[in-house]
């Protein structure tokens, strides 16, 4: 009776499992958001848990980087 | 051999003394801003320090009435200060500080209208304002959050003037707002800055020369950091984290 759609709303958060940075789609390290000290090439953030809760001082790119999760859910 | 004018301007804050309600002026009292519990006929706010500190519970009027001091000062209410009018105030959430200020009467010693009305929310668009017309300390916007918010506050709260600060804690992590603390006492010895600051921060109420308000249905009261719900809450989470978020949630 569902329709698929339903079904698939029905899957437990989280949805987003995991990010990571991508080295070759980035033009210009030197410039800002790549320059932000935490966005090393290795940088992946898992999500294990429906809620995810950063912290950090300000300056460190905790903005940017829910910005950046923002674009990435449309 | 200084001006009259300069005479003027040595006189140490506050240069706000003293509001208070004008009932003849008001044309609606059941309409808001004017149906605010606190807003009584002889609703009166005296300014006896150089820093007064207003907390409240959300809801209770301290931003309307903050943005009615800063129309007072001839501030726009959206944020900002004379002279930087148009900062994006479609946005504004709240702009009833306009009827307000026309319901309300001050005395000044002497008026002064320099200054800035500051509320966590309007921070981007003064930012952008800012830059757009080539404030030369331009580029807050380029800085984290609150990094642009020391940077100016620091650019522009050392002059002579009435600044006006809506919760200014909402994008400082407690290690800025200890510097924030820092601008206070520097603001404070220059003797020519008169803050009124409304705040949820337990820290920057208990800068230690203020004169702390509590603003409730009842009006404007004295209270001590200790006295208010912001810092027992708050303690009362520092004792037991967890056992104090979890009878939070299982309520």
């Not at chain 1, 990010?19 to 000290?37: N, T």
């Not at chain 2, 606190?38 to 903050?66: A, R």
């Not at chain 2, 809506?166 to 603001?187: G, H, I, N, V, W």
Request: proline letters at 6%.
């Amino acid at each position: 009776m569902t329709s698929r759609r339903n079904r698939v709303i029905r899957m437990p958060a989280p949805y987003l499992r995991r990010i990571w940075l991508e080295p070759s789609h980035i033009a210009d390290r030197a410039a800002y958001p790549f320059c932000l000290p935490f966005l090393r090439d290795g940088f992946e953030l898992s999500f294990e848990r429906s809620i995810t809760i950063i912290v950090g001082e300000n300056g460190t790119g905790k903005s940017t980087l829910l910005e950046g999760i923002a674009v990435l859910a449309g | 051999m200084s001006s009259k004018r300069n005479r003027d301007i040595r006189m140490p804050a506050p240069y706000l003394r003293r509001i208070w309600l004008d009932p003849s002026r008001i044309d609606d009292r059941a309409a808001y801003p004017f149906c605010l519990p606190f807003l009584h006929d002889d609703f009166e706010l005296n300014f006896d320090q150089p820093i007064t500190i207003i907390v409240g519970e959300n809801g209770t009027g301290k931003s309307t009435l903050l943005e009615g001091i800063a129309v007072l000062a001839g501030y726009d209410e959206a944020g900002g200060g004379k002279g930087y009018r148009p900062v994006d105030h479609s946005q504004a959430m709240e702009v009833m500080g306009g009827e307000l200020s026309d319901a309300l009467r001050a005395s000044w010693l002497p008026k002064i209208t320099k200054g800035w009305f500051f509320r966590a929310e309007s921070f981007f668009s003064v930012a952008r304002y800012l830059d757009e017309v080539g404030s030369p300390s331009a580029d807050f916007l380029s800085h984290s959050h609150g990094e642009g918010f020391l940077h100016f506050f620091e650019e522009r709260c050392q002059k002579q003037g009435i600044f006006i600060f809506d919760e200014p804690e909402a994008a400082l992590s407690p290690s800025r707002q200890m510097e924030f603390l820092k601008l206070l006492r520097r603001m404070e010895q220059s003797t020519i800055c008169q803050v009124v600051m409304a705040t949820h921060s337990p820290m920057l109420m208990a800068y230690p020369n203020a004169r702390l308000l509590r603003l409730s249905k009842y009006g404007l009261e004295p209270v001590t950091v200790e006295q208010t719900d912001h810092y027992k809450v708050m303690r009362e989470f520092c004792n037991d984290p967890a056992g104090f978020v979890e009878a939070v949630v299982e309520e």
